[in-house]
């Protein structure tokens, strides 16, 4: 069976509520993370620890590209209960257009197959995006060092989202991964004239039924 992504309009709609297998419901916010820039409109989407800065762990785009813009970061946060309190990033969505979606279809890079497994990895406990021209324009992070460390390390409230700059202007958005490690789906957003609305990351660390 093909994977089906959740009910992001839902997810994304402020105080929305959502019943887990475990009978709580979860309650969704909706964060502005910041913009970022891509010059190239190809939007990459990794762990930054593990594959920026290095040539031999260089992503590749995603094949659906957009025109080339500044555009809209936002997290989806999702606080529960069960089994303790708990806060945490449930999506990222970049909005491309702000026009409503009507068709989703996974985000894949040139080569992947269209199935279950599709995804990128999350070692670090972090995922972000950047446009695919940015790979070596954060320096230190993967030595635990530069803006995208500083971001990491700043003693903020709420789940980890935030937009920093590197070299010659570009910008990255980074966000911690809901669960932890694993493998976390992208998905694009169709609109009614068959353009890119936006991606959405998958980040969800809990059993959400369906809302329809």
Same mark, same amino acid.
């Given at each position: 069976?093909s994977?089906?992504?959740?009910?992001? #309009? %839902?997810? *994304?709609?402020?105080? #929305?509520?959502?019943?887990?297998?475990?009978?709580?419901?979860?309650? *969704?916010?909706?964060?502005?993370?910041?913009?970022? &820039?891509?010059? $190239?409109?190809? =939007?990459?989407?990794?762990?930054?620890?593990? %594959?920026?800065?290095?040539?031999?762990?260089?992503?590749?785009? +995603?094949?659906?590209?957009?025109?080339?813009?500044?555009?809209?970061?936002?997290?989806?946060?999702? &606080?529960?209960?069960?089994?303790?309190?708990? $806060?945490?990033n449930?999506?990222?969505? =970049?909005?491309?257009?702000?026009?409503?979606?009507?068709?989703?279809?996974?985000? =894949?890079?040139?080569?992947?197959?269209?199935?279950?497994? *599709?995804?990128?990895?999350v070692?670090?406990?972090?995922?972000?995006? =950047?446009?695919?021209?940015? %790979?070596?324009?954060?320096?230190? $992070?993967d030595?635990?060092?530069?803006?995208?460390?500083?971001?990491?390390?700043?003693? $903020?409230?709420?789940?980890?989202?935030f937009?920093?700059?590197?070299?010659?202007? %570009? &910008?990255?958005?980074?966000? #911690?991964?809901?669960?932890?490690? /694993? !493998?976390?789906?992208?998905w694009?957003?169709?609109? #009614?004239? /068959?353009e890119?609305?936006? +991606?959405? &990351?998958? !980040?969800?660390? +809990?059993? +959400? @039924?369906? @809302?329809?």
């Amino acid at each position: 069976m093909s994977m089906t992504p959740p009910d992001f #309009a %839902h997810w *994304f709609t402020p105080g #929305a509520t959502v019943p887990t297998e475990e009978k709580r419901d979860v309650v *969704f916010a909706v964060r502005e993370v910041g913009e970022i &820039t891509l010059p $190239t409109g190809r =939007l990459v989407a990794c762990d930054p620890i593990v %594959h920026l800065c290095v040539d031999d762990e260089r992503p590749d785009p +995603f094949t659906a590209a957009v025109p080339p813009g500044r555009y809209r970061v936002q997290t989806a946060e999702a &606080t529960f209960t069960y089994p303790y309190d708990r $806060t945490v990033n449930a999506a990222v969505r =970049l909005v491309i257009r702000d026009t409503p979606v009507v068709r989703w279809e996974p985000a =894949l890079v040139p080569g992947e197959p269209e199935d279950d497994d *599709f995804g990128f990895g999350v070692d670090a406990g972090a995922g972000c995006y =950047l446009d695919t021209v940015a %790979h070596h324009s954060f320096p230190g $992070t993967d030595d635990d060092s530069g803006v995208v460390w500083e971001g990491l390390d700043a003693d $903020t409230p709420g789940p980890t989202a935030f937009v920093a700059e590197g070299e010659n202007g %570009h &910008t990255i958005a980074v966000f #911690a991964s809901g669960w932890g490690d /694993g !493998l976390y789906p992208t998905w694009v957003g169709r609109d #009614a004239d /068959g353009e890119v609305a936006c +991606f959405v &990351t998958d !980040l969800h660390p +809990f059993r +959400f @039924t369906r @809302t329809r």
